[in-house]
């Protein structure tokens, strides 16, 4: 064993927040020395082993870390780095246009990186989602637990000392639930604004407004022009056959018919005397 070993093996583990969780009891190294995983008794839970990277010695106590605040802090660092480079490559290219080609293949590099860390990305979410989830459990659990603490004190079933242990324990399981769910928003909060970080550098520029409504006026006046002038004749017309202009084709009018009145006959017997004169 090496002298890393000897300090670590035989001291009380704790989580972030100051739960006892057990004792080293040995560890796991590869041929080079180094230690892979740590072995730690937890009681009636048994043998657990712990990625030796999850854990950090400080004076006698060794503490825990989990494992989706590594991935995710892993994550956040990676990814604001990336950034940062595109940033400044871009800063680079705007001063100084002859340089965009050798940029080019940088570029891509950069942003190979940040797709290969959408994978990743996806699975913090999913391991994030998941530990919540637990934590609620939890949560719930210790409030039961608190309640029939006290409905066993008011039925006298349990002394005040007790009653107090209970509180106080309950209290600070609910206080480390409520830090690390708090934590775990604060990542997803980083996370959900590196994402948009990363949407507003890759993301292809906008037309600015005043040009979009101009180009859209002019494309709907156009529109409006081609719907107003008449569609050009499919097929050419012929005259072949048609019937020649004449006067004779027109129609002849008929002539007013003459209406008879009824005269008497003394305007009869009036013009026959005139005929005979």
């Known amino acids: 064993m090496t002298h890393g070993d000897i300090d670590i093996i035989g001291k009380n583990v704790k989580d972030m927040y100051g739960t006892f969780m057990g004792k080293v009891i040995g560890t796991i190294t590869d041929i080079d020395g180094s230690i892979q995983s740590v072995g730690v008794d937890c009681g009636s839970q048994g043998l657990q082993q712990i990625q030796y990277e999850q854990l950090v010695v400080q004076g006698n106590v060794v503490i825990f870390i989990p494992k989706w605040r590594l991935d995710s802090q892993r994550l956040l660092r990676e990814k604001q780095l990336t950034l940062r480079r595109l940033k400044a490559l871009i800063d680079i290219v705007s001063e100084n246009d002859d340089m965009k080609a050798d940029a080019e293949i940088i570029h891509e590099k950069y942003k190979s990186k940040l797709a290969s860390l959408d994978e990743a990305e996806r699975q913090i979410k999913a391991k994030l989602e998941e530990r919540l989830t637990e934590l609620d459990e939890q949560l719930k659990s210790a409030k039961m637990l608190l309640f029939d603490a006290k409905v066993q004190y008011k039925s006298n079933e349990i002394s005040?000392?007790?009653?107090?242990?209970?509180?106080?324990?309950?209290?600070?399981?609910?206080?480390?639930?409520?830090?690390?769910?708090?934590?775990?928003?604060?990542?997803?909060?980083?996370?959900?604004?590196?994402?948009?970080?990363?949407?507003?550098?890759?993301?292809?520029?906008?037309?600015?407004?005043?040009?979009?409504?101009?180009?859209?006026?002019?494309?709907?006046?156009?529109?409006?022009?081609?719907?107003?002038?008449?569609?050009?004749?499919?097929?050419?017309?012929?005259?072949?056959?048609?019937?020649?202009?004449?006067?004779?084709?027109?129609?002849?009018?008929?002539?007013?018919?003459?209406?008879?009145?009824?005269?008497?006959?003394?305007?009869?017997?009036?013009?026959?005397?005139?005929?005979?004169?």
């Open 160 to 277: 005040d000392n007790t009653f107090e242990t209970v509180k106080t324990c309950s209290a600070e399981l609910i206080g480390h639930v409520t830090s690390e769910t708090a934590e775990i928003s604060n990542v997803k909060r980083r996370i959900a604004d590196l994402d948009a970080e990363v949407l507003n550098i890759t993301a292809p520029p906008q037309k600015p407004l005043q040009e979009s409504a101009v180009s859209y006026l002019g494309n709907s006046e156009s529109r409006q022009i081609q719907s107003i002038l008449p569609e050009a004749p499919t097929e050419p017309v012929t005259y072949s056959s048609a019937v020649p202009f004449t006067a004779e084709s027109l129609p002849i009018p008929e002539p007013p018919k003459q209406v008879k009145t009824a005269t008497s006959n003394n305007e009869d017997d009036w013009l026959a005397r005139m005929e005979a004169q």
